[in-house]
């Protein structure tokens, strides 16, 4: 069996005297607290240099007398004892027959080495230190199978390094602890007793052992010392990359200020940290300076505990400090401050680029770390909790790596970058945090990715005060406010993120925020997915805004922002509101599936809504009122459950080469006023009417296609006065254009053909002015009806209103609600006493089974509600002013 080599023994025939592992001999006392754990015996050797003998060499035997002892001797490099070498050469077959031979002369020897139990042999080897544990395992093959125990070697490393497991050195500056069962080594106890053998000990009051025990550790060539300082002092002035294992205590008053590349490790049984305490009052803890390039520090307590009562100001005091051009490994520390100003860890100046991973900085009375002043660094897998300001702070043109920490409940913001700062944040969990997870402010630009920002008590992300940062493929939730707040000319890329589940909005910005939203996924918040107002101007594109339980995007108080490209479906309220004076461009995006309007103009809104695809409403596609005078072009608007635009309410606008069609009601509403200008759309197949103009309804409809519609191409009624000029109204169910209830127009220059029941169909006095309108080939069923004796109902159901004469009945008490047509009153009616009402819009009762009598030119009766003289009126939306 081949073993490492690892400890370096007495020269042979050697020059001067050497400890063991390189050091210089002698015992020496003071030097701080340093004390070497042996008692060397000198001897002379040719040439009147002195080396130190090992103890072991008090029972080697002469040449002549043991030929393996020579043997391994004379095999030994210069320089040392190469166990390797020992170990691993093989032996000449003389030597062996020698060893063979000698065995059998001596049967004490042969009963140690083959019949000894290994029970015995084990407690033996319990009482043998790690040195000569070495040199017994190459004595036989059967001494090395007993004296490689694992559970040897574990009581025996955990006399020394006290770890509960073998620590590792798998990379330059990574130390880990491994199950042994998990190793790679045989023995790993003995392995890492190997690797961390050179190590200077830190263990106060340790040397009492070894000076009350001297017999019992004499040929140990472990250094211990009393204090950190004083092994780190003796570290530069002897060693090169030393590395200090600091033992279980509380060390106090030192000011460690490191400048060289000095790997420390806390040793400690059980949580090392717990119980391996560095601590000050006054003055930073422990400071990085300018050498420490490759130091490393693990496993240990840093704690700034200010004296109350002290007048000293501490704001640039802080546990654990990294200044200009040094790049120390932090690793597995905890890191604590109680002072009120300042943080528990700082990192500073140009070149300052630590490696700060696996730390927990936490319940502290201030920041827990602060990067600033050109800093930058990598920070990982820490935890970052509970602290009384900000979790993190990054400021003045620091630029950190800060890769999956544990930001959590602490009672500021999460992550602070300002005054231009910036940094890469990757991974990170933030949550709980009383203000925002991520604050960006005063130029800051960070880079934020693939993050949990969630469950914050105000919002997600906050940027403001011209902030900017790029924000991409986090998960952003369950915050108290809204997901990402942008406000007084900040400028992020919020890209690619999932934004839910909102206490309240999704993104949020206002104050003239700017900002690129594209590519995110926003939903289940309790109000709008995206808000903008206060003169703020986004551009919002290719994101999808679904299932809120408000509205889609609220646009209001002079708001606007280019929204393009985006999917806004089955919100609960509007798909887009816009209001107060907002001007917003629309263009190219899908609006659809909605549990009320589409897009909902009101209150003086305004803006442009181009290209985009409105449908499948359980309103209308589009609504517009109270002052609102959007420019609405090249849309297709279909599938409202309640039509496709509705105007009302002083609503105005433009509405101009769109596509309406298949609306379950009109394809456009004009009412209440309103007095928008329609020109160059395609108005069709609409279940109801192509457009209803009613209640003091006005507008411009000019150039427009209208056709296939179920009702009428066009129905203008109660009080309204529309002009329409060269439109195209042909195809329709009903009649092309019908005028009824007091309503007038003005015609001009029109084409109406191949309408149903006839082009241009006028109730009693109507008196419309008509100019160069062409109404031809329609085909006038409701006059040929009349011709035939037909009921009206059997040309129209009770869907349709064919305008003609209609009368009720007094001998069968038809009410106001009831219309009888001309051909039923003559045949089902003959006879009665019967009244003349108008000339107007209805479907006949008495064909739809409606009276008590049942009408002769019909077969089976069709039951039917009472006679509407108009179209439905449509829903106007009711969406609540929130947000």
């Known amino acids: 069996m081949r073993e490492n080599g690892w400890m370096g023994s007495l020269k042979e025939k050697g020059k001067g005297e050497e400890w063991k592992g390189g050091r210089k001999g002698g015992r020496e006392e003071g030097g701080g607290g340093r004390v070497k754990a ?54 000449s077959r003389r030597c062996r027959s020698l060893c063979t031979a000698r065995a059998r002369s001596f049967p004490g020897a042969h009963y140690l080495q083959h019949e000894l139990p290994d029970e015995v042999l084990l407690k033996i080897f319990m009482y043998v230190l790690e040195f000569d544990l070495v040199n017994v395992m190459q004595v036989c093959k059967r001494f090395s199978q007993v004296a490689n125990d694992m559970e040897l070697w574990k009581d025996l490393y955990q006399s020394v390094y006290e770890y509960d497991l073998p620590i590792v050195n798998p990379a330059p500056k990574v130390y880990d602890f491994v199950e042994p069962q998990n190793s790679p080594h045989d023995n790993p106890w003995k392995e890492s007793f190997r690797m961390m053998y050179n190590a200077l000990h830190v263990r106060p009051g340790y040397h009492e052992e070894y000076e009350s025990h001297y017999e ?21 002035e002897q060693l090169e990359n030393a590395t200090i294992l600091i033992h279980s205590g509380v060390y106090q008053r030192e000011f460690l200020v490191i400048d060289s590349n000095v790997t420390m490790i806390g ?45 000293v100001p501490h704001h640039k005091h802080y546990a654990l400090e990294v200044t200009e051009n040094c790049s120390p490994t932090i690793d597995h520390c905890i890191i604590r401050s109680s002072s009120v100003v300042g943080a528990a860890a700082c990192v500073s100046g140009a070149g300052a680029e630590p490696h700060i991973r696996r730390c927990d900085i936490s319940d502290c009375e201030n920041v827990g770390l602060y990067v600033t002043d050109y800093a930058q660094g990598i920070y990982e897998d820490n935890e970052i909790s509970r602290n009384a300001l900000a979790g993190i702070w990054v400021k003045n043109h620091a630029n950190p790596i800060m890769r999956r920490n544990h930001i959590h409940r602490g009672r500021d913001v999460g992550i602070f970058t300002f005054d231009n700062g910036m940094g890469y944040f990757e991974g990170n969990d933030i949550h709980h945090n009383r203000i925002a997870g991520f604050e960006v402010k005063a130029g800051a630009n960070p880079t934020v990715v693939k993050c949990d920002i969630h469950h914050g008590q105000t919002g997600g992300i906050y940027v403001h005060e011209n902030g900017r940062g790029q924000f991409i493929e986090n998960k952003i939730h369950s915050n108290n406010y809204a997901g990402v707040w942008v406000t007084s000319n900040s400028d992020p890329t919020i890209r690619k993120n999932e934004i839910y589940n909102g206490h309240q909005g999704g993104v949020y910005i206002f104050g003239e925020g700017r900002g690129l939203i594209e590519y995110n996924n926003i939903y289940g918040n309790a109000l ?50 816009i209001t107060t004076g907002s001007m917003p461009i629309l263009r190219r995006n899908r609006i659809h599936s909605g549990k009320q309007v589409g897009v909902y103009f009101y209150d003086n809104g305004h803006g442009t809504l181009e290209n985009n695809d409105i449908f ?9 009122r109270t002052g609102s005078n959007p420019l609405i072009k090249r849309n297709k608007i279909w599938g409202g459950q309640n039509g496709g635009i509705l105007v009302y309410n002083g609503g105005q606008g433009v509405i101009e080469h769109n596509e309406i069609f298949d609306n379950a009601m009109a394809g456009v509403w004009i009412k209440t006023d309103s007095n928008p200008m329609l020109r160059y759309n395609k108005i069709h197949d609409g279940r109801d009417g192509g457009i209803c103009i009613f209640n003091g309804g006005k507008g411009v409809l000019e150039e427009n296609d209208i056709f296939r519609n179920a009702q009428a191409g066009v129905l203008i009624s109660n009080q309204s006065h529309p002009v329409l000029r060269h439109n195209r109204i042909f195809d329709g169910q009903a009649a092309g254009i019908e005028i009824t209830n007091n309503a007038t127009a003005t015609l001009e220059g029109n084409k109406i053909f191949h309408n149903k029941f006839g082009g241009l169909c006028l109730a009693s006095g109507v008196a419309p002015a008509l100019k160069e309108n062409k109404i031809f080939c329609n085909q006038n069923m409701v006059e040929k009806a009349v011709n035939s004796g037909q009921c009206l109902y059997k040309i129209s159901s009770y869907t349709s209103f064919p305008m003609h ?35 107007d819009r209805f479907f006949c009762d008495c064909g739809a089974g409606t009276l008590n009598n049942q009408c002769q030119l019909q077969g089976e009766p069709t039951q039917d509600t009472d006679t509407l003289y108009d179209s439905a009126a449509p829903m106007e939306s009711h969406t609540l002013m929130v947000n």
Not at 42 to 56: D, L, M, P, R, W
Not at 616 to 624: E, F, K, R, W
């Open 267 to 311: 040793a400690a049984p059980g949580n090392i940290a717990d119980h391996v305490i560095l601590e000050r009052q006054s003055e930073s803890t422990i400071m990085f300076g300018e050498g420490a390039c490759d130091a490393y520090l693990g496993y240990v307590t840093l704690k700034f505990s200010p004296d109350i009562a002290s007048t």
């Open 616 to 624: 499948n409403h359980l309103y209308s596609g589009v609504q517009i």
């Open 38 to 91: 042996v008692h060397p015996r000198k001897v002379c050797i040719e040439g009147g240099a002195t080396q130190t003998s090992h103890h072991y060499d008090l029972r080697r035997k002469s040449l002549s007398s043991s030929s393996v002892s020579t043997t391994a001797a004379s095999i030994a490099p210069e320089g040392g004892c190469d166990i390797d070498a020992i170990c691993g050469a093989k032996r």
């Open 805 to 839: 004469d209609f009368y009720r009945c007094r001998t069968c008490n038809t009410t106001d609600r009831n219309a009888i047509c001309v051909n039923c009153i003559k045949t089902c009616h003959a006879g009665h006493q019967v009244d003349f009402i108008r000339h």
């Open 216 to 236: 019992r550790y004499r040929g140990r060539t472990i250094l211990f010392f009393d204090t950190i300082d004083s092994a780190y002092n003796y570290a530069e």
């Open 528 to 577: 709008a997915g995206i808000q903008i107002r206060t003169n703020s101007n986004p551009i919002v594109r290719h994101n999808k805004i679904h299932h809120g339980q408000h509205g889609g995007i609220y646009v209001h108080e002079k708001g606007q922002g280019l929204i393009e490209e985006n999917e806004v479906y089955s919100n609960t309220l509007a798909g887009v509101w």
